[in-house]
């Protein structure tokens, strides 16, 4: 990890950049952004930590704990909501088996997570799956590509 960061901390100096930069390239290399990330940076930069989990806080892009391997962004925008997508979560959390307040499932295959609004109003209720848009969305249709990317030994519920 400490490579890695090095790495990271030579070009942060290399172009004169910011917190964000550090931060977008951790989050690129590590997939979120490691406590242990923080602390090292804040220890070469002589910069507080809490200026960089103020800005990592902020904005939506960081994420502070591990994310699995498949991304699905919940739209939860007024549209979507009156569209009926809080029952697609729980359909989707039943069938990742993900309790509540659990975004990521156990073998870190999938993250399941809820934003503001993606956006894309005229198409709700609308998912995203690795950055695949899915609008329109239904259950069946959820249901189906997940089980599509878990493929056939474990799409069976």
Do not use: W
């Not at 390239?25 to 602390?39: H, I, K, N, S």
């Not at 502070?64 to 979507?80: H, Y």
């Amino acid at each position: 990890m400490k490579e890695k960061l090095n790495r990271i901390l030579e070009s942060y100096r290399k172009k004169e950049a910011n917190i964000i930069y550090l931060l977008q390239e951790t989050e690129e290399v590590f997939g979120y952004l490691p406590r242990e990330a923080v602390d090292f940076f804040a220890d070469e930069l002589g910069i507080a930590p809490s200026r960089f989990f103020g800005v990592a806080t902020f904005y939506s892009q960081f994420h502070l704990n591990p994310r699995g391997k498949n991304i699905i962004t919940a739209c939860c925008g007024t549209a979507c909501h009156v569209k009926g997508s809080e029952r697609l979560i729980n359909g989707l959390r039943q069938e990742l088996r993900l309790a509540e307040g659990e975004e990521t499932t156990g073998d870190m295959q999938f993250t399941l997570e809820k934003v503001n609004c993606v956006g894309a109003c005229s198409i709700a209720p609308v998912f995203i799956i690795n950055k695949k848009v899915y609008g329109k969305s239904t259950s069946d249709k959820l249901i189906k590509e997940v089980r599509a990317i878990k493929g056939p030994a474990d799409g069976q519920a």
